[in-house]
């Protein structure tokens, strides 16, 4: 038997419909669907309790150690990370830097996906490549490229002063300046993938029945296109977010180490210091304030989706 | 396309089968060791693999990690080490001791060993390697600085990239520095206090392993590092001098450690042996490596710091038991300090 003869077969082994513990009829066949939705999803569940929520478990058990050694339980990791008020900076840093770097995918990536609508299909094609073309190559490679474009002696610095707008060259790396400008390119793809996805279903009569109307350009972008295509944007914000907030080799690299995000704390304290507990407690402090502000984002995101379908 | 018990059977089997293939290919002859990633690891995988290759029909694996990670690695592997051998400088080197990760060392096995001179071997390892740290700077951009003290005055401060207590030559540097001021080789305070007054003048703050790329696009123009990266940089055409300060350089031991529960033992044997005799470590020594020899057969290069491995005894070093235990309060304090 395949399994996908299983999944195509609602209705289930006859021998199994009553007993009266069974729905019957219609909410009979939802079960045997969602039975057979669940084998299909048993080997990824399996594989994702194996290779991730184990190793979580892990975390959150390691960071319940008050000494390097791992031998003494309690909760003096805890306490030294959230009595020091530094760490309540670094966080702070740390999700204030994601927010920045979506607020500029935002503002630089909403119009491409706009210009991306108006493209015949071969333009849509070509740029789709180039926007899809940085992430084949590798994020350690993007990062130091960076390092040339902002440098002291790179590429801006060296144009403006050939412009004469500039006697002495900007410092741009080790800026968070800098490193918010070097992550809107490297997590672009991020932003745009999922926004022209959306963007490219949305029904180009709409924007005409919109002008037909009366409507201006602006209205019709900021009441028609924009709250359609909102699960994009918060889908492309959530992911960039994310990748953002984590992205220990261009916050280091490109931002230095005066600029003190989360992964960087995790990265000394359990590959310099070796103290894992208290690099546990870093890890799960950078998981749940990253989550959390992914649950505000997709709560918005679901809000402002009832309010268009309300 | 349906996915039937067969196929999923067929694919198991073959996934479990590639399992088998390193175990097959690790049985022809194998050390994995580890290696610096750079100069360290270009420099064993053209001139050491073949070597051993050649001599022993041993198969040399490479697994570019600092030393750092690489404790951070075997603690991680708890018993079971992902690679033979270690590379490590001195403050790692006592972690691996005190967590128990290496093999008893036995150096009567080293054919070789009448080549180094005396206590370059113990019971846990053996030196591979001399490292000098000193001041590197940009000749073509500023004035030869004379000392530490230098690195905080102008010209040099606002051309000066710097680097925190995450490296044994950070560490070492860091130290240097605070004796100017009153510290000592327990005390970085007064470093600290010295490097915040001028910090805003300070060009860059990075990562160890950023500082080359750096100061190769002139992002900094003078930094605290070691002779084989200024080797490395003058290699590749930058512009850079190595500066021995007045109070002395400072100079440490890169060794090598057999893991322990390795499966590879007299292999690790004879590729440590082989890392020390003269044809290897005299390759090594040649550009674009640069290598500072610890075979007494090999001479050093003439663009060294010094003339022979004798004279680095009156150059500054540093008691990393000592330090080891305080490293941690000193990356934190770093960070507070530096943090903008």
């Known amino acids: 038997m395949s399994i996908s003869t299983v999944a195509h077969d609602p209705s289930g082994p006859p021998s199994k419909r009553n007993g009266g513990h ?24 399996l594989a994702f309790a194996a290779l991730f929520l184990a190793p979580l478990l892990l975390l959150v058990a390691t960071s319940f150690f008050n000494d390097d050694k791992i031998t003494e339980p309690g909760f003096a990791s805890w306490v030294k990370f959230f009595g020091d008020p530094f760490s309540y900076k670094v966080i702070a840093d740390t999700l204030l830097l994601g927010l920045k770097t979506v607020c500029a995918t935002v503002i630089v990536g909403y119009p491409l996906a706009l210009v991306f609508m108006d493209l015949s299909p071969r333009l849509q094609k070509v740029l789709l490549f180039i926007i899809i073309m940085p992430m084949l190559l590798s994020v350690v490679v993007r990062t130091f490229a960076w390092i040339v474009v902002l440098g002291r002696e790179g590429v801006v610095n060296q144009g403006l002063m050939w412009l004469g707008v500039i006697s002495e ?19 672009m793809p991020l932003m745009l993938l999922p926004l022209i996805s959306v963007m490219s279903r949305l029904d180009p009569n709409l924007r005409d029945a919109s002008a037909a109307l009366g409507a201006s350009r602006w209205r019709t972008l900021f009441t028609v296109i924009v709250p359609l295509s909102a699960p994009g944007l918060v889908a492309g914000c959530l992911l960039v977010f994310a990748s953002s907030t984590t992205a220990f080799i261009s916050q280091t690299v490109i931002g230095g180490v005066r600029l003190i995000y989360l ?28 989550l959390t502000v992914i649950a505000a984002l997709s709560y918005l995101g679901r809000r402002s989706s009832r309010h268009l379908q309300g | 396309m349906t996915f039937n018990r067969r196929s999923l059977l067929a694919g198991v089997t073959a996934l479990g089968g590639a399992s088998f293939l390193p175990t097959i290919a690790h049985a022809k002859g194998q050390v994995i060791a580890t290696t610096y990633p750079g100069t360290w690891e270009d420099a064993y995988r053209t001139v050491v693999a073949p070597m051993l290759k050649k001599k022993d029909d041993i198969d040399l694996e490479l697994a570019p990690l600092f030393a750092m990670d690489q404790i951070g690695k075997a603690k991680a592997a708890r018993g079971a080490p992902p690679f033979d051998v270690f590379v490590l400088d001195p403050g790692p080197r006592i972690v691996g001791i005190e967590g128990g990760l290496f093999e008893k060392f036995d150096a009567k096995k080293l054919g070789n060993l009448g080549k180094l001179p005396a206590g370059f071997t113990d019971d846990v390892g053996v030196h591979v390697s001399a490292q000098v740290v000193g001041i590197a700077y940009n000749p073509k951009k ?33 130290i240097e520095l605070s004796k100017l001021f009153g510290g000592s080789l327990t005390n970085v305070d007064p470093a600290l206090v010295e490097l915040k007054k001028v910090l805003p003048k300070i060009a860059a703050v990075g990562l160890p392993a950023a500082m080359p790329g750096l100061f190769q696009q002139g992002q900094c123009d003078v930094m605290y590092t070691n002779t084989q990266t200024v080797a490395t940089l003058k ?41 020390i005799g003269k044809e290897a470590q005299e390759a090594l020594t040649k550009p674009p490596y640069n290598f500072l020899p610890v075979n007494k057969d090999v001479p050093l290069a003439a663009d060294m710091p010094m003339k022979s491995l004798d004279e680095m005894a009156s150059y500054v070093q540093h008691d990393w038991a000592k330090i080891n235990p305080l490293r941690a309060a000193w990356i934190e304090k770093f960070n507070k300090e530096m943090a903008k």
């Open chain 1, 22 to 45: 069974l729905p019957s009829g219609a909410g009979e066949a939802r079960f045997w669907t969602k039975l057979a939705e669940w084998q299909l999803a048993l080997p990824l569940s």
């Open chain 1, 169 to 187: 060259p900007l410092r741009l790396l080790q800026t968070e300046l800098g490193l918010v400008i070097s992550l809107t390119q490297i997590e």
């Open chain 1, 263 to 290: 992964p960087l704390v995790i990265w000394q304290q359990s590959l310099v210091v070796y103290h894992w507990p208290l690099a546990a407690v870093a890890s799960l402090s950078l998981v749940v304030s990253v």
């Open chain 2, 142 to 174: 500023l004035p030869a600085p004379k000392g530490w003290g230098d690195l905080l005055k102008d010209p040099w401060v606002s051309r000066l990239g710097i680097t925190g207590f995450q490296t044994t030559f950070g560490t070492s540097s860091l």
């Open chain 2, 235 to 275: 290699g590749k055409g930058v512009d850079v001098e190595f500066v021995k300060p007045e109070s002395g350089a400072i100079t440490f031991f890169t060794t090598m450690h057999i893991a322990k529960g390795t499966g590879d033992l007299e292999n690790a044997y004879k590729y440590l042996d082989l890392v």
